[in-house]
Each structure stands twice: as structure tokens, then as C-alpha cells.
């Protein structure tokens, strides 16, 4: 692979850097968002392949958003998804060998898969592409700061979550990525039981479900219903909750938010054991969907918007899939439950973009310059509006169809409304038709974090603008603020001290040696396996006998070599967090 730099480039490569910078801004001039297909000003249409492993989805991008895209750009999304196909690492290798894991990669940035591919040449040095994009202009010093720590020279990758605000402050606007969500109108029947543990859900759930053993369908209700799409180091339905107590992973390590503390995730007294014998209780209580193990995570929110679920982690799994204005109006609703002892883990503003996660063009890609038009596309105002529209935590969509910006600021129009609490509402034709959720994009990359402010002062996410809290006038959100005293979850959780933020740090682990990814796999392969049986153990005995078999399994395989890499890298970035802090 060809590597430019800014010394050594020949005359040739300046003219043709000169004519594709000329090309990007002429293809960022055209950003009709209709389906009219005149409005790219790409002759050739292109199938792009786009290696994603926090897609949720796999296939050709369809709907709404297919057909933004394809008047743009005339170009339609091919998303492959280790998380879909259930074999992220072996996929990834077997297209790497292959020399040609996408046109567009999206690939996290810990560990080292985006290094292999800078390093094997799989994807593309940009920096003639990007540096005269509007990206480039707002985004350089993020974008300076990633590349800085895979080469020399030039630009390999974007990063994701890219925020203007101090890194310990918190990333999310209305409520953060983790959190406990209960039907509301349920817990309201229950005369709002005071929650003081983790352990204290499971009567809880067990009496709701009692109560409601069928979901608006007729189907059977659980408490909770799991998932193995984001299986990888553990078992992720299990890190979840270890985040409510301010502990998220670093490899196969649990590390505190403010870099104080970290865990051996096999440890018997560590929180992610606790959480294991939490599921196992409530597995033999009969609340735990027994489709957890075969099912997806599109699976399991068909089941939130039927109701049948009636626990979730997440603000965005839950609250999207049914809370629609219809059933907001006859009263049912997921909301935010306080923990009396829970913190709550929030990601930090990170002004050099996150790290978790960075967006690149594939060496091989047919069209790079059009690539490039699309990454440059999907960091701007109406790129990152349009890209993330994909629920009431999202952004606004398209404007001038679901939202509009007024002598008052930006509002939702009536069809924006519909759209984002009517699950079923109809696209107009001219894009494409069908629902609105069956078109959102697939992606699931966030350009800048969900706190960001576009180039005109209101959030890029739509959740916290005036127009839109004047909107939940529903009797069931009135009741929730009333009775947590808060207008958002963030609000809450900050007043009432039960948030700690991860400080957002630049901190480049040190290389993984072969042997220990192979260690690592062979490892997170073990765990995930026994996670599963254990959750779904018979009774303690079986519990402990599949833990202890676990131990034994880990330790023969080298456990405490990767794990002590890990600690030492999860110490690093600690170390880092409280150095920003300290103002050094």
C-alpha cells in the first residue's frame, strides 16, 4: 500500500490530490435528501461491501435510508456483521487472509484489529481524500489524534463519538447507555417499591409477571430475554448490570469508571459472578425467556414491542420499541427505575472521539473518493441527523419531513411525531415507502456523541430540545417525572450522586502478541460458554460444579497471562484518567 506524506509527495499526486478534493466538495454540494436518483453525481452504481461489527443487521441496507443513499451517492450498503453471523473473530481473519474485509470498515480501535489492518495494508491512507473535507476542517484535531497512534503519517481512520465537551462530562444527553427499565405502569401498580439492590428486581419482576403473564400479543411474559449477538470477552447480558455499580470491561478485566478499582471477571466474588448467580436465581424463579440462548437482539426487541419483556438494561432497546405514542396515551410505558445502590457508568465527552470504535476505506475499494464523499457525509449536520434517526433517543431524521427548524429553534413535525412514537408509520414514496423503522439505518455508528451540538448550538439528538420535552404530556411520562423529580434520567442520576463518568482518554494498549490472542480466544470462548450454562443451572450444585469446571478450563488455557495483560493496559488507561483529571 501506497503511504503519502506531506514532504514527499510527487507533483502527479498533487494535481490528483487537488482534483479529488475538487470532486469530494462537488459531491458534499449535492444533499438533496428526496429519492430523486438525479441528484448524485455518480454515473456508476455501486454495491459496497461494509464490514460492521455493531451492526445489528446483515444484508443490503432497504428503506428510507437505502434511498438517501442512493441519491446521493448512487450507491447501496452490503453490511456484513460479525455480530449477526455469531463468528466475529473467525470472520474477521478469514477476510483479512483474504486481503479485502471491506469497502468500508468499521472496526473497534481496542486491541489491535485497526492497527493489523493499517499494518497489513487493508486500508486505505486518506488523507488526500479528506484533509480539504468539511470533516477534516471541524474534525482534524480527533482525527490527528487517532492516526497519530497507528502510523507515521497520513490518515487511516475517523473516530466515532467525536464530542466539544470536557471529557468528564457525560456523552449522553438524556439518559445514559445503562440503566434499569421497568414497565412503568406495572411498578405504578405496585405502589413504586423501593429498590435497594440489584437482588431486590427479582420479586419484584416475579410479581409483575405474575400479575401480567401475557403480553399485548397473548404471548407469554418474562422478565428478562437474552441474547448472544454481542457475546465476545463474556457473556454481555451478564457485563450489563455490572455497569448500574460504575464497572465497565477492559478485556477480560471489570475496571471503575474513575480508575480507582478493577475485578477479575472470574473471581468468585466479583460483580460479574454476582450477576451470573442473579440470572441463575431468576432463571429457577421462570423468569427468564427460555429463547435466550438461539435468539437475536432483533429478536428480543420484537418481544419489548409486544410487551412481553418486561426488564431491560438499556434506554434504547426498551423505550424505542414501545413507547409509542399510542401506548403512551392508554398509559404503558418502560421508564427509568432507581437502584437505591447503583452508579451508573457514563462514557465521557471525548473531544478526540472515541476510541471504542473508528470508520475507514478498504485498500481495495473500487471508488475511494466516493467513500471518502460518504465518511465526510456521515460527520456532517445532515449526515449525522439522518444516520442516527433510528428512535426518540436519536437524532431528528430528514429535514423538512420529520423535523424543521423554526424562529424558536428545532421542532419535530406532526409527521416526525408520528414517525418517532407510531412504530408503523408509512414512508412517502418518493422514499421508498414502507415503515419508517424497517428503513432506518443499519449501522449503528454514532459520528459525534449523543451530547454533541451541530454547527448552530442545538443537540444533533433530539431528546432534549424544548419542543420535544413540551411533547410528553402523556399521563404516564407526567406521573415518572413527578415521581422521580426530574425531567431526564441524567438530571436524576446527577442530583441524586448515582452517576460516575469515565473520563474519555487517548491510551493505546501495548501490542497483543499472538499467543495471547490466541489465548484470549480460546479463553472468551470458555467463558461464554459456561456464562450460559451457569445462568441456565438446575441448582447451586450445578452452579458451582460448572464453575469450578470453568476455573480449571481457563487456568490449563493460560487465563493468567492474557488476564494480567489486561489488567496491566485497563491499569494504563486508569492511570491516564486520573492524570487528565489531576490537570497533568
Known amino acids: 500500500m501506497r503511504r503519502f506524506t506531506h514532504h514527499g509527495i510527487t507533483m502527479f499526486s498533487r494535481v490528483a490530490a487537488v482534483i479529488m478534493i475538487v470532486l469530494l466538495s462537488a459531491g458534499c454540494a449535492h444533499s438533496s435528501s428526496s429519492g430523486d436518483d438525479n441528484t448524485s453525481v455518480y454515473r456508476d452504481f455501486l454495491t459496497i461491501d461494509v464490514y460492521d461489527p455493531s451492526a445489528n443487521y446483515e444484508g443490503i441496507q432497504s428503506g428510507w435510508y437505502a434511498s438517501v443513499i442512493k441519491a446521493k451517492f448512487n450507491m447501496e450498503l452490503n453490511i456484513i456483521s460479525p455480530s449477526i453471523s455469531g463468528d466475529s473473530d ?76 470536557s471529557p468528564d462530562t457525560p456523552s449522553e444527553s438524556y439518559a445514559p447507555t445503562f440503566g434499569t427499565y421497568l414497565r412503568w405502569d406495572y411498578y405504578a401498580e405496585m405502589g413504586y417499591p423501593e429498590i435497594n439492590t440489584l437482588e431486590d428486581l427479582l420479586p419484584i419482576l416475579a410479581d409483575m409477571q405474575a400479575a401480567h403473564p401475557y403480553s399485548d400479543s397473548g404471548a407469554a411474559t418474562y422478565a428478562f430475554s437474552l441474547f448472544k449477538d454481542w457475546d465476545n470477552n463474556m457473556m454481555n447480558a451478564i457485563k450489563q448490570p455490572c455497569c448500574f455499580y460504575g464497572y465497565d470491561e477492559y478485556g477480560f478485566v471489570l475496571s471503575k469508571a474513575d480508575g480507582s478499582d478493577f475485578q477479575n471477571i472470574l473471581d468468585s466474588d466479583s460483580l460479574y459472578m454476582r450477576v451470573l448467580h442473579f440470572y441463575n436465581k431468576a432463571f429457577k424463579m421462570g423468569l427468564i425467556d427460555p429463547d435466550s440462548p438461539t435468539q437475536t437482539y432483533s429478536d428480543v426487541s420484537d418481544k419489548f414491542a409486544d410487551g412481553q419483556i418486561l426488564f431491560s438494561p438499556w434506554p434504547w432497546l426498551a423505550q424505542p420499541a414501545y413507547n409509542t405514542s399510542d401506548n403512551l396515551n392508554s398509559g404503558k410505558a418502560y421508564m427509568f427505575v432507581p437502584i437505591d445502590d447503583e452508579l451508573i457508568y457514563s462514557y465521557g465527552s471525548r473531544t478526540t472521539g472515541s476510541f471504542e470504535s473508528a470508520i475507514a476505506i478498504g485498500a481495495g475499494a473500487t471508488d475511494p473518493v466516493r467513500m471518502a464523499n460518504f ?23 430528514i429535514e423538512g419531513l420529520t423535523w424543521q427548524m423554526t424562529a424558536f429553534g428545532p421542532e419535530l413535525t406532526d409527521f416526525g411525531v408520528k414517525v418517532f412514537y407510531s412504530k408503523d408509520t408509512l414512508m412517502p414514496e418518493e422514499y421508498g415507502g414502507g415503515k419508517w423503522m424497517d428503513g432506518i439505518c443499519r449501522l449503528n455508528y454514532k459520528p459525534v456523541s449523543n451530547a454533541e451540538c451541530s454547527p448552530d448550538g442545538y443537540p444533533y439528538y433530539f431528546s432534549t430540545w424544548d419542543s420535544v420535552i413540551a411533547l410528553k404530556q402523556s399521563d404516564i411520562e407526567k406521573d415518572w417525572s413527578s415521581h422521580i423529580g426530574s425531567q431526564s434520567v441524567i438530571d436524576y442520576l446527577q442530583d441524586n450522586n448515582a452517576l460516575i463518568v469515565s473520563p474519555s482518554v487517548s491510551y493505546k494498549a501495548t501490542k497483543e502478541t499472538t499467543e495471547l490472542s490466541t489465548i484470549r480466544v480460546q479463553c472468551a470462548s470458555a467463558i461464554t460458554e459456561y456464562s450460559w450454562k451457569m445462568v441456565f443451572a438446575a441448582d447451586d450444585t450445578e452452579f458451582n460444579s460448572l464453575y469450578s469446571d470453568l476455573i480449571n478450563r481457563t487456568t490449563a488455557l493460560g487465563y493468567s497471562q492474557i488476564y494480567d495483560y489486561d489488567l496491566t493496559n485497563a491499569k494504563g488507561e486508569a492511570e491516564a484518567k486520573i492524570s487528565l483529571m489531576q490537570g497533568n
Open 375 to 397: 465518511i465526510d457525509w456521515l460527520y456532517s449536520t445532515e449526515g449525522i441527523m439522518t444516520s442516527c434517526a433510528d428512535s426518540p433517543q436519536g437524532t431528528a431524521g
Open 90 to 165: 473467525n470472520l474477521f481473519e478469514s477476510r483479512f487472509a483474504a486481503g479485502n474485509v471491506g469497502d468500508i470498515i468499521i472496526c473497534p480501535v481496542k486491541g489491535d484489529y485497526l492497527q493489523r489492518l493499517v499494518d497489513g495494508g487493508l486500508i486505505m491512507n486518506m488523507d488526500t481524500y479528506i484533509e480539504g473535507a468539511a470533516l477534516y476542517n471541524r474534525y482534524s484535531a480527533s482525527i490527528n489524534a487517532l492516526n497519530r497512534e497507528l502510523a507515521s503519517d497520513g490518515i487511516y481512520a475517523i473516530p466515532s463519538s467525536i464530542s466539544s465537551a
